[in-house]
């Protein structure tokens, strides 16, 4: 279910929002490390409340692109990576943007209103965080009929969780809302003709 066993060039082809989303990430990381033009861009890319309450609006948008380093891009690249892909074949191309874009949103804004002012974040994990919501909003409708999925999300949303409590320097703000506004829209996705159609894609 989660295992990849596509060919780069199938992935691409197969997962065009997932793949592009990543390479975006990836380059913009790269970016980070220029001379100049890497300050510039995590000048004004991070996610500060400070300047958010400023008028830098954009930075509500602008932190679920950047990471502070390798570590942290590869692991939320790495979720992306695995767990994307059939949140991208249930939903769409334009409703998995919706959900991912969403969460990573709500996961700033929720960052900006109950984080002190002097406050700054980057990552993309309230965005995976939505992902792993809307799958818990699937699970919510047909956790009956799809029993695989339910073994396989559920251990993954409660360690997720319980890493986002434990680990230092972790953002649970963004975490938490990223993942609790990827059910709320996950709700209003799924329904049982998609979870339908769900498991019909996942016998092929």
């Not at 993309?124 to 956790?143: E, K, R």
Request: no cysteine; net charge positive.
């Amino acid at each position: 279910m989660f295992i990849r066993r596509e060919s780069f060039s199938q992935y691409l082809r197969m997962y065009p929002v997932v793949s592009t989303l990543i390479a975006l990430n990836v380059l913009i990381h790269l970016l980070t490390f220029l001379p100049m033009l890497g300050e510039y861009i995590y000048y004004y890319g991070v996610g500060s409340n400070f300047h958010i309450a400023n008028g830098e609006w954009w930075r509500f948008v602008t932190p679920i692109f950047l990471h502070g380093n390798l570590m942290h891009l590869l692991f939320n690249m790495f979720s992306l990576f695995l767990f994307g892909p059939e949140l991208e074949r249930l939903t769409g191309k334009v409703r998995f943007i919706t959900i991912y874009m969403l969460a990573g949103l709500f996961a700033s804004a929720a960052t900006y209103f109950l984080q002190p002012l002097d406050y700054v974040h980057v990552g993309a994990s309230g965005a995976i965080f939505g992902i792993f919501g809307a799958f818990g909003a699937l699970v919510y409708y047909g956790g009956r009929a799809l029993p695989q999925l339910k073994q396989i999300i559920l251990p993954i949303i409660v360690i997720s969780i319980v890493m986002t409590f434990v680990t230092p320097n972790i953002n649970v703000t963004a975490h938490i809302a990223g993942m609790i506004t990827g059910f709320l829209i996950g709700l209003s996705y799924f329904h049982p003709k998609r979870i339908v159609s769900w498991r019909a894609k996942n016998r092929r």
